[in-house]
């Protein structure tokens, strides 16, 4: 192997039956080592993109390639150093834990007496050991995590796909889960996750890809994504009865000096500023002269909703 | 070969452990056969059918060959339906993610329903025999039923299998099952003989396999091996006729599900 890339996806495309159009023309790299993570709403394409990844799903255009290996033409062999971690519990509620890791050993082909250690190893990783003969039935969510976890370790992989990792997980679980994938990012896996969680790909991801409508619109760390917005956010809201002075105001706004850039959307002015300590008092100032009554007023750095905001044109948790 | 019968043993060996935690629903499965149809219609009808008719000593004698293809068309039928559970909930995906064969998840299933079927059919074959029907044919009698009955089994769980993968939503699963085993039931020799219908259900009945395997486990139970072999030797060929188009028919949705 001794690929420089972990993950390689190219122009990649699916188009379902009936055609629908779930992902178009996306590309990305993925470097050895770094948690990765696909950042979208539910629909946008993250979920196929993974699939196609971990060889489940043909894509209809475009390649992708795991440690140089393409997942069409060498599925099994990507299949080999790949571990998945699914969106839903993909659990056997009448299996054990130890039952789920010893069928994945398995098909993973492992001898017996290396299963055994690997076993052993992954449960004590995701602290499942004392739970491990219990049927997974009784397992809380946060435990059924752990066991989703520990089958995708099974293979010892290279490369770690989770999809929606803590979904649906109350706050401590989501943390440990975190702490798990920071753990394996120290071992020195590559992880890649899908989420719609922005403080999750703010805190837990090296990169990120912002996918929207099936196609990527900005890749990079959260605090490159951040400081190319060019500046931090004031907010202001316009009293209902002064919404006329709107336009008026976003003019005069544009032109004071330290202020980059301004969009209106209804009754808000998004104002980026360079240094809000100097522009800040010129800002009120200027709503002051025009008489204009505000509801509102925010101020914040950055944050990784704004870089949604700003290459999607909405929301993630918009509906 | 060695890491293919690794996958397809540890898969059949969690069909088998699904199974030994459900104990109840095992106990149903296994009983209902016998329950609903050897005891209560076997013994509901016993009076009102006319042997003469029927052509047996006892409608329970006749009814005997009719539950045993019965049962093994239900376990066919249903054979898919632990994937169906396993498609939606993500199992499914898990499994095809990692470096098998793609085939063994299938083969696992095949073979799981195969063995329960047989020793459903072995206790059915029991409890008919402490009604009083005795196989003539005996031990070798019964290892044919048996053959017969995976014979038939393998193309009613393709249909299963293929169904799970294709349908949109498990309710739709579940009614086309019922959709198609009551009619195949009726529409067959397992009630009633071919003479006792309607002509159109006569003629219908006669495009049914299970009509078909019915009348060749009949004379195993009650006539003799004279009687039988010439129905066994139609029934392999209706059968493998039967299992090829299934498996053709079916192919299409593992392919598409299972890459």
């Not at chain 1, 090296?206 to 619109?217: E, M, N, T």
């Amino acid at each position: 192997m001794g690929s420089s890339v972990a993950i390689e996806v190219s122009h990649l495309s699916k188009i379902y039956e009936g055609e629908v159009t779930a992902v178009e023309d996306v590309t990305f790299q993925v470097s050895p080592g770094e948690v990765f993570g696909l950042l979208g709403p539910n629909g946008a394409g993250k979920t196929t993109t993974l699939r196609v990844l971990i060889t489940v799903l043909r894509p209809s255009g475009g390649t992708a390639r795991v440690l140089g290996l393409d997942v069409v033409e060498q599925a099994t062999q990507v299949r080999q150093i790949i571990g998945y971690v699914p969106q839903e519990r993909a659990i056997d509620r009448f299996l054990t834990g130890r039952e789920h890791l010893q069928l994945l050993a398995s098909l993973y082909h492992l001898p017996k007496d290396r299963a055994s250690v690997r076993i052993a190893e992954v449960l004590k990783l995701v602290n499942l050991e004392n739970k491990a003969d219990e049927v997974a039935r009784n397992y809380s969510g946060g435990m059924k995590r752990k066991l989703d976890i520990a089958c995708g370790l099974i293979p010892d992989p290279k490369v770690l796909f989770m999809d929606e990792p803590t979904l649906g997980l109350d706050v401590q679980s989501r943390l440990k889960v975190w702490e798990h994938i920071r753990e394996l990012k120290a071992r020195g896996i590559t992880i890649m996750v899908t989420t719609n969680y922005l403080d999750e790909a703010d805190q837990l991801c090296d990169r990120i890809a912002i996918i929207d409508g099936g196609r990527v619109k900005a890749i990079g760390s959260p605090n490159e994504l951040k400081s190319g917005l060019g500046g931090d956010v004031v907010t202001l809201t316009l009293a209902a009865g002064d919404l006329d002075k709107i336009e008026g105001l976003a003019q005069a706004l544009k032109a004071q000096e330290g202020v980059r850039a301004v969009s209106v959307k209804q009754n808000v002015l998004d104002i980026r500023v360079a240094s809000p300590e100097k522009t800040l008092p010129a800002i009120l100032a200027l709503v002051g002269a025009r008489r204009c009554r505000l509801e509102f007023v925010d101020y914040h750095r950055p944050r990784l909703d704004d870089v949604f905001l700003t290459h999607t044109g909405h929301r993630i948790q918009e509906d | 070969m060695e890491q293919y019968l690794q996958e397809v043993g540890a898969l059949t060996m969690r069909w088998v452990r699904r199974l030994s935690r459900e104990k109840f629903s095992m106990l149903f499965t296994l009983a209902q056969p016998m329950v609903f149809w050897l005891i209560f219609f076997g013994n509901l009808f016993q009076r009102t059918a006319n042997t003469q008719v029927v052509q047996a000593p006892s409608y329970i004698a006749f009814l005997a060959a009719g539950v045993v293809v019965m049962t093994i068309l239900n376990n066919g039928l249903a054979g898919g339906t632990d994937l169906l559970f396993d498609k939606e909930n993500g199992f499914l995906e898990r499994l095809m993610s990692t470096p098998i064969s793609r085939t063994s998840v299938v083969i696992s299933r095949f073979l799981f329903v195969m063995a329960i079927t047989s020793l459903q059919v072995l206790v059915i074959l029991g409890v008919a025999y402490l009604m009083g029907v005795k196989p003539v044919t005996g031990i070798g009698g019964v290892a044919v039923i048996i053959l017969i009955g995976l014979l038939f089994g393998v193309g009613l769980t393709a249909i299963s299998m293929a169904l799970a993968f294709s349908v949109k939503s498990h309710g739709d699963f579940f009614s086309m099952l019922g959709f198609l085993s009551l009619p195949m039931i009726f529409l067959s020799t397992a009630l009633v003989p071919l003479a006792a219908m309607p002509v159109w259900m006569a003629v219908l009945a006669r495009l049914n396999p299970m009509t078909w395997a019915i009348d060749a486990v009949r004379p195993l139970i009650l006539s003799g091996w004279a009687a039988a072999l010439p129905k066994i030797g139609i029934v392999v060929i209706v059968m493998t006729v039967f299992d090829a188009v299934c498996l053709f028919g079916a192919a299409r949705a593992f392919r598409r599900t299972l890459g």
